[in-house]
């Protein structure tokens, strides 16, 4: 299994049905914040910030690290395999750090066990519930 940036030209179609996909820890895919053109210029200005982990020509997960300077987040983190869940993640974690954080954040569906029991097998300690507010903007 290889781990590496997204890829515009070639990735998008996999990497948007692990999104579309709700028994990937993703089933969140929104056009406005995932569409090919939004992808593609994110990886151009942050060719780190979107990973993929591949192996015989498959995308099995991605994860795309969203860093302002002052925190990191994990976004969109769909996977349909448990090593590479591992494997991506470790590489986001060594980016992160490199990156001058000690802490990164992830958002998860209020109630669903599956995400809790993923991110604490990962490491994470479950925080408050939140509730998001968005406003589409015409």
């Given amino acids: 299994m290889i781990i590496r940036n997204y890829s515009p030209e070639t990735d998008y179609e996999e990497v948007s049905s692990l999104y579309k ?3 990937t820890f993703g089933g969140q895919f929104d056009n406005n914040r995932d569409s090919q053109e939004r992808l ?5 200005n942050k060719p780190e910030c979107i990973l993929v982990a591949e192996k015989d020509n498959k995308i099995l997960a991605t994860l795309t690290i969203f860093e302002d300077g002052r925190t990191v987040w994990l976004y969109r983190f769909a996977s349909v395999d448990k090593k590479a869940t591992d494997e991506i993640y470790k590489k986001a974690e060594d980016i992160i750090k ?3 954080h000690t802490q990164v954040l992830v958002y998860a569906p209020s109630g669903n066990s ?3 029991e993923r991110y604490e097998s990962l490491g994470f300690t479950k925080g408050n519930d939140f509730t ?5 903007l015409d």
């Avoid at 593609?40 to 151009?44: F, I, V």
């Fill in 21 to 23: 996909d709700s028994s």
């Fill in 40 to 44: 593609e210029k994110l990886s151009e």
């Fill in 98 to 100: 490199s990156l001058g």
């Fill in 114 to 116: 599956d995400f809790v």
């Fill in 132 to 136: 998001a507010f968005y406003k589409d």
